[in-house]
């Protein structure tokens, strides 16, 4: 595993893309469903720091314009700043394994939607603010929220296993 944590990552948010076109919307409650590449993107933010997050997220987001082939660059942009700011938080916070993690993808997918709703509002392609946030935003929060701790043990177990073999290697 010596640069596991350099190819599992980019393996890990495609695999994620991939799910959340395919069998996420299996999981869907009103139209509103989880967003793991958010959650992901955040998720390594927060246990690798907000170089990490940003790349994470300018990666994963780029796959996913790719995926919906619908304004190249826009969920880029959104999903880089996600995991930046999630980046942040890890310098500042003791990343206890329920709370921390909620409370983050909560925070980003309001701050990401939020940014993702504007854009698209610029281009004439968003519904009223009110009924987005009510409807979509908000839910879409939750949900992420609730998914976060899911995906957290095993990111953070990946990152424990990486830096193991980093430090072995020193």
């Known amino acids: 595993m010596k640069h596991a944590r350099f190819w599992v990552l980019p393996l890990a948010l495609l695999v994620a893309v991939v799910l959340q076109s395919t069998v996420i919307p299996y999981f869907a409650i009103d139209w509103v469903k989880p967003d793991i590449t958010l959650v992901l993107i955040v998720l390594v933010g927060l246990l690798y720091g907000p170089v990490q997050g940003a790349a994470g997220g300018l990666f994963g987001g780029l796959l996913e314009d790719l995926f919906t082939g619908r304004f190249i660059g826009l969920f880029g942009l959104t999903r880089m700043l996600a995991g930046y700011l999630a980046g942040l938080v890890e310098r500042r916070v003791y990343k206890e394994p329920f ?33 987005s946030f009510v409807h979509i935003i908000g839910p879409a929060a ?23 073999g980093t430090a072995a290697r020193a």
């Open 99 to 131: 709370l921390v993690p909620m409370a983050t993808s909560f925070v980003a997918t309001v701050v990401s939607e939020t940014l993702l709703f504007l854009i698209l509002k610029l281009f004439g392609a968003a519904p009223g603010f009110g009924r």
């Open 142 to 164: 939750i949900y992420n929220a609730i998914v976060a701790p899911v995906l957290y043990r095993p990111l953070r177990r990946l990152k424990t296993e990486t830096d193991k």
